[in-house]
């Protein structure tokens, strides 16, 4: 049941880059994108940034054209 924080690791650091990746495009195409469908840019900033991996998927499913 006690598990070490190294055993974790090579799940843990896949899963961390993918965030990164997906928040740092998402936040690019947001600051680039002019017009939007569904909110403005600080709500989908606001939502990019804190809702880690579903803020990003939501913004390329719900305003990508």
Same mark, same amino acid.
């Given at each position: 049941?006690?598990?070490? $924080?190294?055993?974790?690791?090579?799940? !843990? $650091?896949?899963?961390v880059?993918? /965030?990164?990746?997906?928040?740092?495009?998402?936040? &690019?195409?947001?600051?680039? /994108? /002019?017009?939007?469908?569904?909110?403005?840019?600080?709500?989908?900033? !606001?939502?990019?940034?804190? !809702?880690?991996? $579903?803020?990003? &998927? !939501?913004?390329?499913?719900?305003?990508?054209?």
């Amino acid at each position: 049941m006690n598990t070490d $924080i190294t055993e974790l690791l090579p799940f !843990l $650091i896949p899963l961390v880059i993918l /965030q990164s990746v997906l928040m740092i495009t998402a936040l &690019v195409m947001i600051i680039r /994108q /002019q017009e939007f469908k569904y909110l403005n840019k600080p709500g989908w900033i !606001l939502i990019a940034v804190f !809702l880690n991996l $579903i803020g990003p &998927v !939501l913004y390329f499913v719900l305003e990508r054209r």
